[in-house]
């Protein structure tokens, strides 16, 4: 069984630029979540895929997008970085549902300049 | 609104046991636990659903009080390797359409040899 990937793991980018986070979901999974977590903080919610479509979005502006493909992995895509953008940023796969366990990959450190 | 979690950190000698507590002010369909080391993506410890179903590793106890929207995690006869932040992250009934776990600050745990 394959576990949740992510890459790149480490990225430097300066402010105005876009950045495109990839994520591999675990074998099985059809879902995938994307959290930011800042240094010292918990993860924040920015939003969920299943079956492509956009499942549900936390407190994030739409400068910050994704997609899903048909084999389940996923693109975090945010546009015009700012410098308060640098975070790590982590996806979960999971199975459907709010009783099902998110698992979550290494993460991407972005650090915006 | 994030869950509140208690204590903020703690430190123990190897052996020692500690409880962490995660408090919400919504109503909770379920609360996850995670620990994240250092530089390392969180890793799931337990799931505790309403209605009393867990599901999670063997050596790791928790409980739920659904009328207090509160739940606890114990750790018992603490090792080296248990040292990390520990994070709950709940999902309300009002979110129950999907999985958008909202997590609290953490809680760091030391524990000496």
């Known amino acids: 069984e394959t576990g949740v990937t992510q890459s790149p793991t480490h990225l430097i980018k300066t402010r105005g630029q876009q950045v495109t986070l990839r994520c591999s979901s675990q074998s099985g999974h059809n879902t995938v979540s994307w959290y930011q977590q800042a240094l010292g903080q918990g993860p924040q919610f920015i939003f969920q895929y299943y079956r492509e479509e956009e499942n549900g979005r936390g407190n994030f502006p739409p400068r910050f997008s994704g997609l899903q493909f048909p084999n389940y992995s996923s693109e975090l895509n945010v546009n015009a970085l700012e410098l308060d953008d640098s975070a790590l940023y982590l996806c979960?796969?999971?199975?459907?549902?709010?009783?099902?366990?998110?698992?979550f990959g290494p993460g991407t450190r972005l650090t915006v300049l | 609104q994030q869950p509140v979690q208690s204590p903020q950190a703690v430190i123990l000698r190897e052996g020692e046991d500690a409880v962490i507590n995660c408090s919400s002010s919504k109503a909770l369909y379920s609360v996850h636990w995670y620990r994240q080391k250092h530089g390392e993506a969180p890793v799931f410890l337990m799931i505790?659903?309403?209605?009393?179903e867990q599901k999670g590793h063997e050596k790791i106890s928790a409980s739920f009080n659904e009328k207090k929207q509160q739940s606890s995690l114990y750790l018992t006869a603490s090792q080296l390797s248990y040292s990390g932040t520990y994070f709950c992250g709940t999902v309300t009934t009002a979110g129950t359409s999907y999985g958008k776990l909202t997590f609290g600050q953490g809680t760091i745990l030391t524990v000496h040899p």
């Open positions: 979960a796969s999971s199975l459907a549902g709010p009783s099902n366990t998110q698992y």
């Open positions: 505790l659903l309403k209605g009393g």
